[in-house]
């Protein structure tokens, strides 16, 4: 590997950069970490906006290009850098584009709402917090548990089909290193709501070395 990194990744604490971190570090491509905190309200501080607009995690440098949106970065990084490498079969092209969008366009919402919905209550003053937990457990009941498991139900059964990885092949694409963060939180919310196929993907995910440089490089689990 080179010692003279040209892509900076600006990193906010409990983000979507472990994606790109694992992403970067199956490239072998050089690349420095500049580390953001959030502030007490849990949003970026203000040197995020400095280097994007929108102040958003994960954004990369890669010399005079700025690029944020994980997805964005993900396929930027592979058609750059991946010399032919992460990309799908030919069977497996168009599961690739679908669950590369899917994570953050159908999957992601559903999970973070599903987070927003059961921690909502707990944020209010007590005495209003019995009404409002039943509340949110039945909003949640209404537009979040049939369409989550609907969508694990669709994961499980791709994997079932397409073998290790989302889009078939001998490693991991572009819709495998966007599902982690979903999955990943989905697990630590809900562990038993994953499919056998889908828990052995993120155990092959976790066992992949790259994952875990790019892991021990934040320090986040």
């Known amino acids: ?24 570090e199956e490239l072998d491509v050089p690349y420095e970490i500049k580390f953001y ?8 501080p203000k040197e995020l906006r400095a280097i994007h607009p929108l102040g958003k995690s994960p954004v990369i440098t890669d010399g005079d290009a700025t690029l944020a949106e994980s997805g964005a970065i993900v396929e930027y990084l592979i058609q ?8 799908p079969p030919k069977s497996g092209e168009t599961t690739n584009v679908y669950f590369t969008h899917f994570a953050e ?23 209003v917090r019995p009404v409002l937990k039943i509340f949110f457990s039945m909003l949640e009941a209404d537009r979040i548990t049939q369409p989550l498991k609907g969508s694990l139900a669709y994961i499980e059964d791709t994997l079932a089909k397409s073998g290790d990885w989302f889009a078939g092949g001998l490693e991991p694409t572009a ?25 052995a993907w993120m ?3 976790h066992a992949r070395p790259a994952y875990k440089r790019g892991l021990d490089k934040v320090g986040e689990a």
Not at 80 to 87: A, I, Q
């Open 1 to 24: 590997m080179s010692t003279q990194p040209t892509i900076i990744v600006h990193h906010l604490n409990d983000s979507r950069s472990q994606r790109v971190l694992w992403l970067l």
């Open 37 to 44: 905190q959030r502030n007490a309200d849990r949003h970026a």
């Open 80 to 87: 750059k850098h991946g010399n032919g490498r992460f990309l």
């Open 105 to 127: 366009g159908s999957f992601m919402p559903l999970v973070a709402n599903k987070y927003v919905y059961g921690e909502a209550p707990n944020k209010t003053p007590f005495f």
């Open 175 to 199: 819709a495998d290193f966007m599902m982690t963060y979903g999955l990943e939180f989905m697990h630590k919310l809900a562990p038993d709501a994953l499919g056998p196929k889908t828990k």
């Open 203 to 205: 155990d092959r995910v």
